[in-house]
């Protein structure tokens, strides 16, 4: 169900890697009725969010959060009817295929974003997230718990008190938070190609370089429409965003700013290292066309030595009839010889 921006490398079995099973749905409601904390799971949860379930219903006037795990399409009609979604929202929830982006619909906010991975092998994995009155909808992947961020750890009780509008901006600060690691595990790659293209280019290091070349542009596909996304959850008026939230976005926002200015100079990075590559390599090319002259120079000449005296009077040198002649000429060849590859060898030629 869920899906990842085109070029990602994710939701793709390894070679040698067994597909992923399929995970069963599952839910989780956390509300604050009268200034506690109560939580549901299962049905119980999906009765409390229909407001007059058996156990223990959650009050409409509540601030609750609906948190879904791998849902499938029966299970999101469920919480769509118990919740009054528009159709279209839940169709998007189940579809995945998204691009990152926000819609309002109905009175509420859809927000799509997405989560990247631990390894930078499986990039991008979508969040859905849908704020209503009183209430916020998330939906992911079981890779990824919403409730292992720094504010939710501190408790669910001040973001819930806070207002739906303040869990958003948790999910959102946690899920942009995790794209600097995410970065800066690509930048130490970027950094090892850099010194292999310098030290020792070859083949793999090519293939590795156009591999983290595609990574980036997956990364910058999944990371660049949250800050359009900011901007209007900061610049439009949206009355389930309350006021004083939107200092809290444009914290997230600028720190966006920031990660797509580093992927941009990763990006530059990688091509600037492919024609480092190319410029090696070229460079390499042109030793050895230097090194293969010398050495024709200095046996071109040899022959051409040989040749003007003739090699016919060799038989008659050698029986003691032509000797100083023939030796005068063998060692006129082997002191030009040596002369010339003294010169050469000056000339970093050989």
């Known amino acids: 169900m869920r899906s990842e921006p085109p070029g990602s490398l994710a939701g793709h079995a390894l070679p ?43 009050p409409k006037a509540a601030n609750v959060w609906i948190d879904l795990t791998e849902p499938d399409a029966a299970f999101v009609a469920r919480i769509a009817d118990a919740l009054g979604l528009h159709p279209l929202v839940a169709e998007d929830i ?47 992947p079981a ?7 720094n ?30 690691p995410f970065t800066d595990r690509l930048e130490e790659i970027v950094d090892r190609l850099q010194n292999s293209v310098v030290d020792k280019p070859n083949r793999e290091t090519l293939e590795e370089l156009f591999a983290l070349k595609r990574q980036l542009i997956a990364v910058r596909r999944a990371v660049s429409p949250v800050r359009e996304i900011l901007n209007q959850l900061t610049n439009r008026e949206l009355s389930l965003i309350d006021a004083e939230e939107l200092i809290y976005f444009r914290d997230i926002y600028d720190h966006v ?17 492919v024609e480092i590559y190319l410029s090696t390599i070229n460079n390499n090319l042109s030793t050895i066309m230097k090194r293969l002259t010398g050495v024709t120079v200095i046996l071109a ?17 050698f029986s003691g009839a032509e000797a100083g002649g023939f030796w005068t000429v063998t060692g006129l060849v082997v002191v030009l010889t040596a002369v010339a590859a003294v010169i050469l060898r000056r000339i970093d030629w050989i």
């Open 301 to 317: 000449g040899a022959g051409a030595i040989a040749g003007i005296f003739g090699m016919s009077e060799a038989g008659l040198a």
């Open 143 to 149: 890779e990824w718990d919403p409730r292992a961020g």
């Open 94 to 140: 189940v579809e995945g295929n998204q691009r990152g982006k926000i819609e309002v619909t109905d009175g509420l906010i859809h927000v799509v974003l997405f989560v990247l991975g631990a390894s930078t092998d499986h990039v991008a994995q979508e969040v859905d997230i849908v704020l209503g009155d009183g209430f916020l909808l998330s939906s992911h």
């Open 257 to 273: 700013i920031r990660l797509t200015d580093e992927l941009d100079t990763d990006r530059e990075l990688v091509a600037a290292t």
């Open 151 to 180: 504010h939710a750890k501190a408790g669910l009780e001040p973001l819930l008190r806070a207002g739906p509008d303040h869990v958003l901006w948790a999910l959102f600060d946690q899920i942009v938070d995790g794209y600097f």
């Open 16 to 58: 040698g890697h067994p597909v992923p099973t399929a995970i069963a749905p599952s839910i989780r409601v956390a509300a604050l009725v009268n200034g506690k904390i109560k939580e549901w799971t299962g049905e119980k949860a999906v009765a409390a969010i229909g407001h007059g379930g058996p156990a223990d219903p959650t």
